[in-house]
């Protein structure tokens, strides 16, 4: 059986906590497929839904492939508060969160599927409030000072 340090075993959970997360999405956004085709509720009648619906979807793509690239760049071998904000993390200290919030609420006014939206919006909080803030406990004990000063300068 293998050592494995206490470093290895936060970085796993840190990403166990976000395939938790993205999991949230995935079974909130099936749910409301499954249940839009049972219902079929239908909430816009306005033209110009479908066109923010596509610039959602590609806002959402996009933000998720930045913020990837991002940390997969991300050198932690002198930590300052300055290592975390890069890319869409000067903006945001959960970009594919939103990425994926943005890519299930364009999907869902693309379709017109009022499920799909209103779990969009669940997902953003149960993931929020519940799987995120797992995960900034474990960061701030991995990294410290420095991510507690990244976390006050980037509020969302």
């Excluded at 249940?35 to 909430?43: A, E, Q, V």
């Excluded at 903006?91 to 006014?109: A, H, I, K, Q």
């Excluded at 919006?121 to 406990?137: A, C, D, G, H």
């Amino acid at each position: 059986m293998e050592n494995h340090s206490k470093t290895d075993i936060q970085k796993q959970s840190v990403h166990k906590v976000l395939a938790h997360s993205y999991s949230v999405y995935l079974i909130l956004f099936l749910t409301g497929v499954f249940l839009d085709l049972i219902f079929n509720f239908k909430i816009f009648n306005i033209f110009f839904i479908v066109p923010m619906g596509i610039f959602f979807l590609a806002f959402g793509t996009g933000l998720i492939i930045w913020a990837q690239y991002t940390s997969l760049n991300l050198k932690v071998e002198s930590v300052t508060k300055e290592t975390f904000c890069k890319g869409p993390y000067c903006y945001t200290r959960t970009p594919t969160n939103f990425g994926l919030f943005f890519l299930m609420l364009g999907f869902g006014m693309i379709i017109n599927a009022f499920f799909i939206i209103l779990f969009a919006f669940i997902s953003l909080v149960i993931t929020k409030f519940i799987f995120l803030n797992k995960q900034e406990k474990i960061l701030e004990e991995k990294y410290g000072t420095p991510y507690q000063e990244y976390k006050k300068s980037v509020k969302f």
